[in-house]
């Protein structure tokens, strides 16, 4: 319905619009009156979701992030680890996750070794993480070509190893706690996975999943990561 109309505001208002609600966790329709009406900003975050164009936005700063950091553009190794949330009361596609005791939805993420989302998937939490883990990676087919292993935790062993291999062509190598390691202990590599789990708790729409549909998850996921990026870019 705004498409015909001429732009009154900024695109860069619309996107810290969003910024402040990922940030700030707050309804739409409590949007402060400093940002353009609710109503326009939620048009534009589904239509922007819709047609991919926040994750796209992603990729590319994901892309200068990474070049800052003195790396190329594709990474050779990949991190893969699972966020079980609880949800709003209006979702839906949720489950109940038995280990976690979580009824809610499961967040599958696959970073570099910068803590830089590759990939991501949202589904309910009574999935399996070898499931998710399939959706995952399928997501990252063809688009990075020097990615060669993926590190993952020990709920990710079986048959997984084959799939992957048959599938993508890559190895994926069981990461764990050394034997006869008592209590809490840094597993090398697994804690940058998890580290970016933690940055989420900086962005209080990310504490809960209050999203209808897990796309508009995914959306907002990609909105935290963005600016986290933009914080860090120099200028």
Known sequence: MFDNRKRKHSLKEIINALFYIAT??????????????????????????????????YDLLRLHCRKQHGRKESPSLGLIDSQSVKTASMTGDKGYDG????????????????????????????????????????????????????????GYTGELAHWVMQLTGWALE??????????????????????????????????????????????FIHMAMCRIMLNRIKK
């Open 174 to 219: 069981i990461v764990s706690k050394v034997a006869g390691t008592a209590g809490f202990d840094v597993i090398p590599k697994r804690w940058l996975v998890e580290r970016t789990f933690g940055w989420f708790n900086f962005y209080i729409r990310l504490a809960k999943d209050y999203e209808i549909n897990t796309e508009c998850s995914k959306a």
């Open 24 to 57: 700030s966790g707050i309804q739409w329709r409590m949007l402060p009156k400093d940002y353009p009406k609710w109503q326009l900003i939620y048009y534009y975050f589904r239509k922007w979701t819709n047609e991919g164009l926040i994750e796209e936005m």
């Open 99 to 154: 280990g976690k005791k979580i009824i809610g939805r499961k967040r599958h993420i696959v970073t570099d070794t910068i803590g830089l989302i590759l990939s991501v998937v949202v589904h309910s939490a009574n999935t399996q993480d070898r499931e998710g883990t399939k959706g995952v990676l399928q997501e990252l087919r063809f688009k990075f070509p020097r990615l060669r292993k993926i590190l993952a935790y020990g």
